[in-house]
């Protein structure tokens, strides 16, 4: 069995979670205003924070089941997490950077790995460099090398491409999507943007005050909800 099914209810902080919904092998998009749970949601899924009642299943997996008493604990979810400010260390190489998401990989292989990645990714020659010497784009890059670098079963990014210019975003969406189709894992990509939501996702979920309002296909017309949450 392949893809991700996510069933969460929360309440935290006055704020209530209420969504199902399930996808393929593919690329999703949580698409809806900013504090709509876009973000927690990603957040549950990689264990980072608990729902109150909840179930999810990935690759046929299950991840979590309040009812069965089963959370996994993050490390052993295989899940590679990109986050908004992409979480890169500052005192450390762009090599030791994604070689950083292998920890618990036999050094041959996390170096082998850590070299493949960052060919396929364009950072040839800058592996000795540290982040605040790349360029943005070359961030985004090493970030995505090294949540890819276990071979995760699913891939979720919380509105990575957010402060890049428009071109640059288009390159690294279409990064993405050939990451999805040669790794053949769910991704699940935040954002508010409509035109990104539009231009990248397989499917759209559209997220409004804690509610999962509909899944529909990419194809289908993309706009904001009518009141912000």
Not at 37 to 49: D, P, Q, V, Y
Not at 191 to 201: K, V
């Amino acid at each position: 069995m392949s893809g991700l099914a996510v069933s969460l209810r929360a309440r935290l902080a006055g704020f209530e979670l209420d969504v199902d919904w399930e996808i393929g092998d593919e690329l999703a998009v949580l698409f809806g205003p900013s504090g709509a749970g876009k973000s927690l949601t990603l957040r549950m899924i990689a264990g980072l924070t608990r729902p109150g009642r909840g179930r999810i299943v990935a690759g046929g997996r299950v991840l979590l089941d309040t009812a069965a008493g089963i959370d996994l604990p993050p490390q052993q979810r295989s899940v590679g997490f990109v986050f908004q400010d992409l979480a890169l260390f500052p005192h450390m190489s762009v090599e030791e950077n994604v070689g950083y998401g292998g920890h618990g990989l036999p050094a041959g292989e996390r170096g082998e790995r850590a070299a493949s990645l960052i060919r396929r990714f364009g950072l040839d020659g800058l592996q000795r460099r540290r982040p605040g010497e790349i360029s943005g784009g070359q961030r985004q890059r090493v970030a995505l090398a090294r949540a890819m670098l276990r071979r995760p079963s699913l891939l979720l990014l919380d509105e990575p491409f957010s402060a890049l210019d428009l071109p640059l975003r288009r390159e690294l969406g279409w990064l993405l999507r050939e990451i999805q189709r040669t790794e053949a894992v769910p991704v699940v990509l935040v954002t508010h943007d409509p035109d990104e939501a539009r231009a990248l996702a397989h499917r759209v979920i559209h997220y409004d005050h804690g509610n999962a309002l509909t899944t529909d296909p990419a194809s289908r017309r993309v706009t904001m909800p009518a009141v912000a949450g």
